[in-house]
């Protein structure tokens, strides 16, 4: 049974804990959580190193995607977020940076120590591919489900992910199932945005691959 821990009168159960729970009931379809010691500590391993590019993916994505003014916070959430950070510091260096955004973007320097970041941690999952269909070896997992976000949306921002044969081979995989393609389909005029923001910072030569290179 999934582990339940009540805080302030409301029942929490945690998503991994729901995950395994379900993933547990009989089904005709392949497990999603890992089965062995073994496969727990390769997704441990593996999710940790995806957190660990939070702010990386946050440069990227929020940089070079769309226009800043359409990507930076409100200053009437920012406040609210000051407020709060009095009893979560984590809330004072979300206003901080997103501040910091408003005012001047993504700074290059930044942008290119996040691209090779993921440079680093897309070659690690090229290693594995190279040697196996999915991220844990013979069916989908959730670390694919994890690092297919990421993946993505550093594509969009302009990271060239075909440097990775196999990353980007298991990325079209993916990509071409209805419910991942579903995910990722950004309405039309979003997605004409982007394309129109993207050719905008290649003639100005301020794209991510300009910017990394």
Known sequence: MPKLAVHDGVVHVE????????????SPFDPFMPQSDAERRIVKASLDREDSLHMELRNLTMGFI?????????????????????????????????????RRGVPADAARGSFKAFAAAFAELDETLSKQAWLIGGRISVLDVAWFIDVHRVGLAGYPVERHPHVAQWHRHLSARPAFAKEIQAPAPVAALMALYATYRRLRGASLRDIAA
């Open 66 to 102: 769309l226009p800043r003014r359409l990507m930076q916070k409100s200053e009437e959430t920012l406040q609210r977020w000051e407020c709060e950070g009095a009893a979560d510091p984590k809330r004072t260096l979300e206003v901080i940076w997103w501040r910091d955004f408003a």
């Open 15 to 26: 998503s991994n804990d729901i995950l395994e729970y379900l993933d547990a009931l009989p």
